[in-house]
């Protein structure tokens, strides 16, 4: 998987160094942990499915996606999430590694990514990530960039 992210990257322009680490990084804590970051600068990436068709979805760890917010950015009537089986067919990858590169599905940016100088994103599988710029990632990969999420409680995931 790793590779098809590195190749995607090289199509869209983008230089990216895709890291295999030691230690899990599926989860927005996991991730966060192995780089050392906040996990407002993880970049969860999700599939929903939006009135039958996927979509992508970059938000930052510390939110959790609203909904209705997609439905009114895709111009939608529903949205839910994708079963795992459903991502894998919508872009290449398993859960908990969903890269946006080399997708080919329409996809979201969450804005408040925007904010930071790096963000770390997953690099095609769950032990894989790779570091960029939010703009430089959002642009060349032609997401619509808007606000897609809530802060997250603490006691909620």
Do not use: W
Not at 123 to 138: I, K, S, Y
Request: glycine residues 8%; charged residues 25%.
């Amino acid at each position: 998987m790793k590779d098809k992210v590195v190749k995607a990257a090289r199509e869209l322009g983008l230089q990216v160094d895709v890291k295999t680490l030691a230690q899990p990084t599926r989860t927005v804590a996991e991730a966060a942990t192995a780089v050392g970051c906040s996990e407002a600068q993880i970049a969860k990436t999700l599939v929903f499915i939006a009135d039958g068709d996927p979509v992508l979805v970059v938000a930052s760890g510390a939110h959790r996606v609203d909904t209705e917010a997609l439905c009114d950015l895709f111009d939608v009537a529903e949205i839910r999430q994708a079963t795992p089986d459903e991502v894998r067919v919508a872009t290449g990858y398993p859960i908990g590694g969903v890269s946006p590169l080399g997708c080919g599905i329409p996809i979201a940016f969450d804005e408040d990514l925007l904010q930071y100088e790096r963000i770390y994103v997953a690099g095609g599988d769950g032990n894989t990530l790779f570091e960029v710029e939010p703009r430089t990632l959002a642009d060349a990969i032609h997401a619509k960039v808007a606000r897609v999420g809530e802060r997250r409680s603490p006691a909620r995931a």
